[in-house]
Nanobody
Framework: EVQLVESGGGLVQPGGSLRLSCAASGFTFSSYAMTWVRQAPGNRPEWVSSINTDGSSTSYADSVKGRFTISRDNAKNTLYLQMSSLKSEDTAVYYC?????????????????WGKGTLVTVSS
C-alpha cells in the first residue's frame, strides 16, 4: 500500500523558514518523480514543485522560485521542501504527491497518490 506522510508544518512568522518532510513507503521511491502541492483555504490545489527520480532535475512554480528548494533522499525514502522567506500567501496545507512514472509532471490532477497534508501558517 502506498503511503505518503508529511511532517514539519506549523506556525511561522513572515520571513521565516520551515522544512517539510514526506516519508514514503509501499513503492520503489527512487523510481518515481515526486511533487509538492499546496491548497490554501477556499482555493484549488496549486502545484508548487517537482523533482525527478535522482534529484538532478527540479522545477518550481513562479510564486515560490528562489525561496523554496525541493530535494529527496532515496536511501531514506524521503522527500523534502525547504521553504524560506515565507510570506502570508504561502499559508496552505502542503501535500506530498507521487507521479505515476519517473517523469516530472506539474499537472495536479495527474498525481496518482497524495499524503494527508501538513498545515503551514505564516502569520505574525
Amino acid at each position: 500500500e502506498v503511503q505518503l506522510v508529511e511532517s514539519g508544518g506549523g506556525l511561522v512568522q513572515p520571513g521565516g523558514s520551515l522544512r517539510l518532510s514526506c516519508a514514503a513507503s509501499g513503492f520503489t521511491f527512487s523510481s518515481y518523480a515526486m511533487t509538492w502541492v499546496r491548497q490554501a483555504p477556499g482555493n484549488r490545489p496549486e502545484w508548487v514543485s517537482s523533482i525527478n527520480t535522482d534529484g538532478s532535475s527540479t522545477s518550481y512554480a513562479d510564486s515560490v522560485k528562489g525561496r523554496f528548494t525541493i530535494s529527496r533522499d532515496n536511501a531514506k525514502n524521503t522527500l523534502y521542501l525547504q521553504m524560506s522567506s515565507l510570506k502570508s500567501e504561502d499559508t496552505a496545507v502542503y501535500y506530498c504527491a507521487k507521479a505515476p512514472s519517473r517523469l516530472e509532471i506539474t499537472i495536479v490532477d495527474d498525481m496518482d497518490y497524495w499524503g494527508k497534508g501538513t498545515l503551514v501558517t505564516v502569520s505574525s
